[in-house]
């Protein structure tokens, strides 16, 4: 901020001090690695602890009553594996910016399904870690919205520390044979 005759004037393409340490600490290296750790561990526990009851979690989607019966089916069995998938991606440092964004895809499918089933006056199951962690859909909202703070995070700053996508890469551009 500089004063000219009187006025103030604000130089917006300089940050203040205090953004730019939020900047430093959301980008930081070991946050974004702790935030594929935890975000991934997640999901993978989710989806693992789904995977060996799939038909108790196919019949707590279609008690929801969203989706018809087979489209219920399809996504009670296809969300564990794909859980667990995002998961090791997410671990392992591929495709951050892709297996992030759907992670946020499923998120937001979580968040649809909770708010249809509260504006309905119901309270049903999640199902979100099978039978190892029983919890309601009102229990869990927070811990979506948690989640999705996580995701974003990976998703804004992918993070190299640590992650298997960009060494892949640099190692796949290293053997490329010279034109």
């Not at 018809?68 to 671990?91: D, K, M, N, R, T």
């Amino acid at each position: 901020m500089r004063e000219r005759q009187g006025e103030l004037w604000y130089n917006f393409s300089v940050p203040p001090p205090s953004i730019n340490r939020i900047g430093q600490v959301l980008t930081h290296r070991y946050l974004t690695l702790f935030t594929r750790f935890a975000l991934g561990g997640i999901f993978i526990f989710a989806g693992v602890a789904k995977l060996g009851q799939l038909q108790g979690f196919v019949q707590i989607v279609h008690e929801y009553e969203i989706l018809p019966y087979s489209l219920a089916q399809i996504y009670g069995y296809v969300l564990p594996p794909l859980e667990v998938a995002i998961g090791v991606f997410l671990v392992l440092g591929l495709l951050l910016r892709i297996s992030s964004s759907v992670s946020i895809l499923v998120l937001i499918s979580f968040v649809i399904a909770k708010g249809i089933i509260f504006a309905r006056g119901m309270e049903l199951p999640c199902g979100c870690f099978g039978d190892v962690a029983v919890m309601l859909g009102s229990q869990t909202l927070v811990l979506d919205f948690f989640l999705f703070a996580l995701a974003f995070q990976i998703l804004f700053h992918r993070g190299e520390f640590f992650a298997l996508g960009p060494w892949l890469k640099r190692r796949r551009a290293l053997r490329a044979p010279s034109p």
